[in-house]
């Protein structure tokens, strides 16, 4: 019994990096009416940004979050909304859907072109967290069962996440105008609201919580490899399908058990 609450606990954080990803997935879709598969892509491209700003010109870790997170995961979602997926509004899902999956291989490739990475693996991914030392901050001190702080920053930012959201679309006029732009743009634009101008807003909404996740990610690995995130791509996909691609608690609640599964089996099957 005491292996599996272990196991349990020690899924929570990586589960929550699931249910991060299926958020952002599920929040666009809620939105705009759009499944972006280039999800992941924008989440390495916040990771990546946020390695060389931290790695390579050794800024310190607040200024280097804001960009990747809040300047850098933004603008790319404005450019794709801007520049794509607001002329596919009324195309057929498959169209959109090709679209996300050419986003998905080009961006990182734009990305690794643009910062010098070529094919060589970036190793150890700077955390959201001034140290990687993990008994700077251990809980529950002396118990079997511990989470670092890199682990414990990821299930605060999934937990702010949320509550974030569902203040969003239960208490304000924003989250309201978004849920009725998705359901009908032209009725949205007869009441004097610009459903283009709402859409931009959920696409930076959905873009910074892209950053956040790659930013959280990426110290899960050992290298920051594009491959890596396309893989949590498939694990959000299960979560998204969990909450009916429209119900955001369970969406979490999808992540959290299928991170906790996941643990839990590799913790009891044999490696052999």
């Given at each position: 019994m005491g292996h599996l609450l272990e196991y349990a606990v020690r899924g929570l954080p990586v589960g929550c990096v699931f249910a991060l990803l299926a958020l952002g997935l599920v929040l666009t879709y809620k939105t705009s009416g759009v499944f972006n598969l280039a999800f992941s892509a924008q989440a390495y491209a916040s990771a990546a940004v946020f390695f060389v700003l931290r790695k390579e010109h050794e800024w310190p870790l607040i200024p280097a979050a804001v960009v990747a997170i809040a300047v850098v995961g933004p603008l790319i979602g404005i450019a794709l909304e801007r520049g794509l997926f607001r002329h596919l509004r009324t195309s057929s899902?498959?169209?959109?859907?090709?679209t996300g999956l050419g986003l998905l291989i080009a961006i990182p490739e734009i990305v690794k072109l643009a910062f010098g990475f070529g094919d060589k693996p970036q190793y150890n991914p700077p955390p959201l967290w001034p140290t990687r030392r993990t008994d700077d901050f251990l809980w529950p001190k002396g118990s079997r069962i511990v989470l670092d702080a890199g682990q414990i920053t990821t299930i605060a930012s999934t937990i702010i996440v949320c509550v974030a959201l569902w203040l969003l679309f239960n208490r304000s006029a924003l989250g309201l105008r978004m849920r009725a732009v998705v359901e009908s743009p032209r009725?949205?634009?007869l009441q004097g609201v610009d459903p283009d101008r709402v859409a931009r807003a959920s696409w930076v909404l959905s873009s910074m919580l892209a950053g956040l996740a790659g930013v959280l990610i990426a110290p899960l690995f050992a290298a920051l490899v594009d491959q890596d995130f396309i893989t949590l791509l498939v694990?959000?996909?299960?979560?998204?399908v969990?909450?009916?691609?429209?119900?955001?608690?369970?969406?979490?609640?999808?992540?959290?058990?299928?991170?906790?599964?996941q643990q839990e089996l590799t913790g009891f099957l044999p490696s052999n």
């Open positions: 899902p498959l169209a959109k859907l090709v009725l949205v634009a694990a959000a996909l299960a979560c998204c969990f909450g009916n691609l429209n119900n955001l608690p369970k969406t979490v609640l999808g992540g959290l058990l299928l991170g906790i599964l």
